[in-house]
């Protein structure tokens, strides 16, 4: 288990507003740590659509997600956050000492004098394959990611999907595997054109095979291992097909998750904030930012997450710093702000 972290803000969420709290809550000389389920930071941005312009952010005409990102990344960087990514904040919850605990799905532990939820739409999660029962073969013979290559290689695979996931670890598996069927449910792929080509030139030499079809039932053996996957084609017909391992990528779907369960003010899966003076939920200490918030004329846009980031820091102060008097700054003029940017 790791040790606990001991922090004054734990940030849930690394989309752009989470990001962009950092900035606000570092011109406060309060330091963040940053938690996100996906292996990258960007949230939405580079989730769904790191190559695409963006144009309605403020002073910047056009610039895509990954571009916004990478310029977020620069910006806070003189406060230097913490990141934990590739882990899903689980727990939450309140202490006698009015601080919260919160936990990962990694089993990382904080105590933490306040809490941003900048959640987005929620935590991106594996779109999992709707065949009764197959559940039972969660990571043991049924994975939506690839952890470790070699527990795949010299086994019989199938790989369901069309997109780029499902292509690239085709191609990957081929010459290791012993044997490498991919299953789409159509004839049209949604991956780089490149590895279709070279998963149907694969196909021609025997190397690997394709099917068209959905996955429909399964079958097990004496010890109730999974040893067949039923595809029903697109004609009706049901085969068998043999395997040791079933690897699916459907792509990620996001899913508000445990923030649910943590007693917060809900409202069609978003959470109410109590007022746009300083974006709180109805747990003191806790704020709630960017898209995951409402309150009347929300608009789910990232400037607008901007904004709210900037008022909730300066609302979360008080819990920090309960003797300081903060005052608002300049960023041009100010030469405290200046120290903490780093740019004396
Ligand atoms: P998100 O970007 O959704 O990030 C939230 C992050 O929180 C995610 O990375 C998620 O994994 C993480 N998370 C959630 N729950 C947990 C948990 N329990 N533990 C750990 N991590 C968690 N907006 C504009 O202003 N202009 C545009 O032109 C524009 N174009 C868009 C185009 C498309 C195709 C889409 C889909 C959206 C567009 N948007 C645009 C909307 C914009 O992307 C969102 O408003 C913005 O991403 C919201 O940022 P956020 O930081 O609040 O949340």
Same mark, same amino acid.
């Given at each position: 288990t790791t040790g606990l972290i001991e922090a004054d803000a734990v940030i849930i969420g690394a989309g752009p507003v989470g990001l962009f709290q950092v900035f606000e809550l570092g011109l406060l000389e309060i330091k963040a740590h940053v938690i996100d389920s996906l292996a990258a930071v960007g949230g939405q941005c580079v989730e769904l659509y790191p190559d695409k312009p963006i144009y309605d952010i403020p002073a910047v005409p056009s610039c895509t997600g990954q571009e916004l990102t990478d310029n977020l990344l620069k910006q806070i960087a003189p406060f230097n956050p913490t990141f934990h990514l590739g882990q899903e904040v689980t727990v939450v919850e309140r202490r006698d000492d009015g601080r919260f605990n919160v936990e990962t799905s990694a089993g990382t532990r904080f105590v933490t004098k306040t809490i941003f939820i900048a959640a987005g739409v929620g935590s991106f999660q594996a779109?999992?394959? $709707?065949?009764?029962?197959?559940?039972?073969?969660? =990571?043991?013979?049924?994975?939506?990611?690839?952890?470790?290559?070699?527990?795949?290689?010299?086994? =019989?695979?199938?790989?369901?999907?069309?997109? !780029?996931?499902?292509? !690239?670890?085709?191609?990957?598996?081929?010459?290791?595997?012993?044997?490498?069927?991919?299953?789409?449910?159509?004839? !049209?792929?949604?991956?780089?054109? @490149?590895?279709?080509?070279?998963? $149907? @030139?694969?196909?021609?030499?025997?190397?690997?095979?394709?099917?068209?079809?959905? @996955?429909?039932?399964?079958?097990?053996?004496?010890?109730? $291992?999974? =040893?067949?996957?039923?595809?029903?084609?697109?004609?009706?017909?049901?085969?068998?097909?043999?395997?040791?391992?079933?690897?699916?990528?459907?792509?990620?779907?996001?899913?508000?998750?445990?923030?649910?369960?943590?007693?917060? !003010?809900?409202?069609?899966?978003?959470l109410k904030v109590q007022s746009t003076e300083k974006f709180e939920t109805n747990v003191p200490g806790i704020f709630a930012v960017g898209d995951i918030n409402t309150y009347p004329g929300k608009k789910k846009l990232i400037l607008s997450g901007f904004h709210e980031a900037a008022l909730a820091a300066f609302g979360a102060a008080p819990y920090i710093f309960p003797d300081k008097k903060i005052h608002m700054q300049y960023t041009t003029t100010s030469p405290k702000l200046h120290k903490v940017l780093g740019v004396e």
């Open positions: 779109r999992t394959l $709707k065949v009764d029962g197959i559940d039972a073969f969660d =990571n043991s013979q049924l994975f939506y990611r690839v952890k470790d290559p070699a527990l795949f290689e010299g086994k =019989n695979l199938v790989i369901c999907g069309g997109g !780029d996931s499902a292509l !690239d670890w085709a191609l990957n598996f081929v010459g290791k595997a012993e044997s490498v069927v991919l299953l789409h449910r159509r004839e !049209d792929f949604r991956a780089a054109p @490149a590895s279709v080509a070279k998963m $149907k @030139a694969l196909c021609d030499d025997y190397e690997m095979q394709l099917l068209i079809g959905q @996955a429909s039932g399964f079958e097990v053996d004496a010890a109730g $291992k999974l =040893n067949h996957l039923k595809v029903t084609a697109l004609d009706g017909v049901t085969r068998r097909v043999p395997l040791d391992m079933l690897l699916v990528f459907y792509g990620l779907t996001p899913k508000l998750g445990p923030i649910a369960d943590w007693g917060l !003010d809900i409202e069609r899966r978003q």
